[in-house]
């Protein structure tokens, strides 16, 4: 296969990057906007999927990500056609919720299996996986 170029894996990383800038910023409509009009989020509550829906899930979110740096490691990308392709990451969250008072620290990490998918030149989500997820008790008691 060669119809993901090195351009267009560079584009995917800048998604991911795009996408944890989003829910550090609440920003809804960019978060929505890294989704495909049909795209779907699936996490520990449960799928959400359309644009509106899912910039309404960062909205709900809301109180659990302030003071909380998102980020992806250890990307992989795969193609599986021209315009479709499966990527796979850690997402690790660094917590300091009390800025300059606060050490940083690992909040949480899960596992992401996403597929995105080439749309008018750019790349989207068209479905975000999340497959595993560990939480740090000091920081989500309960």
């Given at each position: 296969?060669?119809?993901?170029?090195?351009?267009?894996?560079?584009?995917?990383?800048?998604?991911?990057?795009?996408?944890?800038?989003?829910?550090?910023?609440?920003?809804?409509?960019?978060?929505?906007?890294?989704?495909?009009?049909?795209?779907?989020?699936?996490?520990?509550?449960?799928?959400?999927?359309?644009?509106?829906?899912l910039?309404?899930?960062?909205?709900?979110?809301?109180?659990?990500?302030?003071?909380?740096?998102?980020?992806?490691?250890?990307?992989?990308?795969?193609?599986?056609?021209?315009?479709t392709?499966?990527?796979?990451?850690?997402?690790?969250?660094?917590?300091?919720?009390?800025?300059?008072?606060?050490?940083?620290?690992?909040?949480?990490?899960?596992?992401?299996?996403d597929?995105?998918?080439?749309?008018?030149?750019?790349?989207?989500?068209?479905?975000r996986?999340?497959d595993?997820?560990?939480?740090?008790?000091?920081?989500?008691?309960?």
């Amino acid at each position: 296969m060669s119809g993901i170029t090195a351009a267009d894996r560079f584009e995917i990383h800048e998604l991911l990057a795009r996408y944890w800038k989003t829910v550090d910023e609440g920003d809804l409509k960019g978060f929505a906007d890294t989704f495909t009009e049909d795209g779907s989020l699936t996490n520990y509550t449960g799928t959400t999927t359309g644009r509106e829906a899912l910039a309404q899930w960062l909205d709900d979110y809301g109180p659990s990500r302030a003071g909380n740096r998102h980020m992806s490691t250890n990307t992989t990308v795969t193609e599986v056609d021209a315009d479709t392709a499966t990527v796979w990451s850690y997402m690790v969250v660094i917590a300091a919720f009390e800025p300059r008072t606060q050490t940083p620290h690992v909040a949480a990490y899960g596992r992401f299996n996403d597929t995105v998918v080439r749309v008018d030149g750019g790349w989207l989500f068209r479905e975000r996986l999340m497959d595993d997820l560990a939480l740090n008790a000091i920081d989500y008691p309960g």
